[in-house]
């Protein structure tokens, strides 16, 4: 008889089985690994939008804050532009928005620079004056005496990238000056 040996190895079938579910699990572990880079991508653009937005209220409410706004009563509301009167070291500050660059300015005497970086686009800023008539002038017909003035920001942002990853981000909030003229 015979001494037949048991021949060790794989199929044919087993190695094409072995392969699908390999290509399987390999496309599946890629679409979680594309997703989840798509994932970080939108969160990081969403991220620099939210920094920046919060660097502009900031720096907007320090101004507001810190130094005497002029107020024009009655006031045209909602205004594009903040004025603040001369301060102690002889600047004058103003915060506008220019919409031929989407952008908000500070000017601080003749110089000028944009709030907003480089990859951010200002889409709408509105400056909101409340009370609308002035509250200190006994003889005005104000139904708001003695209420301090305050300005509402609203500043509707976007980020410059590809349209996949675009976000827009609208902020609003309310600042009231640290200088009292009771």
């Not at 990859?119 to 005005?140: E, G, H």
């Amino acid at each position: 008889m015979k001494n037949i040996k048991k021949q060790e190895g794989f199929t044919l079938v087993e190695i094409l089985m072995a392969t699908a579910i390999f290509a399987i699990a390999s496309l599946i572990i890629c679409g979680i690994f594309i997703n989840a880079s798509n994932l970080q991508s939108q969160v990081s653009n969403y991220q620099k939008l939210q920094n920046d937005g919060r660097y502009i209220i900031e720096k907007i409410a320090k101004e507001l804050r810190a130094k005497d706004v002029i107020l024009i009563y009655p006031s045209d509301n909602p205004t594009s532009t903040l004025s603040f009167y001369t301060d102690e070291a002889g600047n004058n500050i103003s915060i506008y928005f220019d919409s031929s660059t989407q952008s908000l300015i500070y000017k601080k005497n003749t110089d000028s620079a944009p709030l907003n970086s480089s990859d951010i686009l200002v889409k709408r800023a509105k400056f909101f004056i409340y009370p609308t008539l002035d509250p200190f002038n006994t003889n005005s017909a104000s139904t708001t005496p003695d209420i301090q003035p305050r300005i509402t920001l609203l500043l509707d942002i976007a980020n410059i990238s590809t349209p996949k990853y675009q976000k827009e981000l609208i902020i609003q909030t309310t600042i009231s000056s640290r200088i009292y003229k009771r």
